[in-house]
């Protein structure tokens, strides 16, 4: 009898300890049901965007730059996106060269103004963060911000008024500050958003001298997307 006694114990602890971890695998797979179903049935609050924008050189080595870019991301609560995107950035750029012609049609010294017209293709690759001020069902405010790299593609560099961009990392930069407007009463995820926005690009380039020289580029401008 004494001996059965603790065998008695352990077992019946045994069974508590079994009931309560079948408890508790129940529980969790209850849990990642709750979890996957929402993202299956596309409740787990997935956003997406397509913006087009247009932003003017401003400053000494300001470009004109159209742009087209997407986001994808997750909405982590009624007032805050975070997502990743990309785009393509076609970046109007010149520079004012003062060139000396010589020759017997000219005439010697004969120094007309030339402008030089470059354009080139950047790449921006980018984490977006975007605060929404006030709800989805009416009008709201929202500021944008675009943080990544750029990439100039399809050629080694480009000419810019004050500097030059090389095909090496960039670093980008475009905050934006607008209004939010719903376009579907039943799905309040559809909205168009417009609003104003400043672009900076950033690159160091190798100079010829065997330095690095770094080129800035600003612009302001506007932009448009379809959110849903």
Aim: proline share 3%; hydrophobic share 40%.
């Amino acid at each position: 009898m004494k001996r059965s006694l603790p065998l008695l114990l352990l077992t019946l602890a045994g069974a508590s300890v079994a009931t309560e971890a079948q408890a508790q695998y129940y529980e969790m797979a209850n849990q990642l049901v709750g979890m996957v179903k929402p993202a299956l049935t596309g409740g787990f609050n997935y956003r997406g965007f397509i913006d087009a924008g247009f932003t003017g050189g401003i400053g000494c080595n300001g470009c004109n730059s159209l742009e087209i870019s997407t986001t994808q991301g997750l909405k982590y609560a009624d007032w805050f996106f975070m997502g990743l995107g990309a785009g393509a950035n076609v970046i109007f750029a010149g520079q004012d060269n003062d060139i000396h012609v010589t020759g017997s049609s000219w005439g010697n010294g004969f120094r007309p103004d030339y402008r030089q017209r470059d354009i080139g293709v950047i790449i921006p690759l980018y984490s977006d963060f975007r605060f929404n001020i006030g709800g989805e069902q009416y009008c709201s405010f929202f500021i944008d911000l675009k943080v990544g790299a750029a990439f100039l593609v399809g050629k080694n560099y480009l000419v810019t008024p004050d500097g030059v961009l090389d095909n090496s990392e960039g670093f980008y930069f475009r905050p934006t500050v607008g209004v939010r407007i719903p376009v579907d009463s039943k799905d309040t995820r559809k909205a168009i958003n417009i609003g104003a926005t400043y672009q900076l690009i950033t690159n160091n380039y190798w100079n010829y001298g065997g330095y690095y020289n770094n080129t800035t580029i600003n612009s302001i401008g506007a932009s448009i997307s379809f959110e849903w």
